[in-house]
Nanobody
């Protein structure tokens, strides 16, 4: 059983930075990877990045590579997403999720947080 809670979203001017956090309560032995996704109303949920708990293997979507950094603090059961050089098109609800493998497809993730809104003003 895993419960996920995101925080850190808000209204930010383009070019500035945000740091999102996801805290996990509990840990399933089959949960190896934490992912960040984002979604705009009317569009399908989009992969942003993932990281594995043990090896720290990461992957980023091309649209965020070089600007976003995913990290984890195993002792705190926390996964962070550092977002730099925000663009208007980064505006979305950002979700963290827990899965059993290195998936970029949101349909493969089992546990989800409630989401945190990131709004970028141009």
């Amino acid at each position: 059983q895993v419960q996920l809670v995101e925080s850190g979203g808000g209204l930010v001017q383009a070019g500035n930075s945000l740091r999102l956090s996801c805290t996990a309560s509990g840990r399933s032995p089959s949960t190896y990877v934490m992912g960040w996704f984002r979604q705009v109303p009317g569009k399908e949920r989009e992969f942003v990045a993932y990281i594995s708990w043990t090896a720290g293997i990461t992957r980023y979507a091309d649209s965020v590579k070089g600007r976003f950094t995913i990290s984890r603090d195993n002792a705190k059961n926390t996964v962070n997403l550092q977002i730099n050089s925000l663009k208007f098109e980064d505006t979305a609800v950002y979700y963290c999720a827990a899965g059993s493998d290195y998936y970029s497809d949101y349909r493969r993730y089992v546990y989800w947080g409630q989401g945190t809104q990131v709004t970028v003003s141009s």
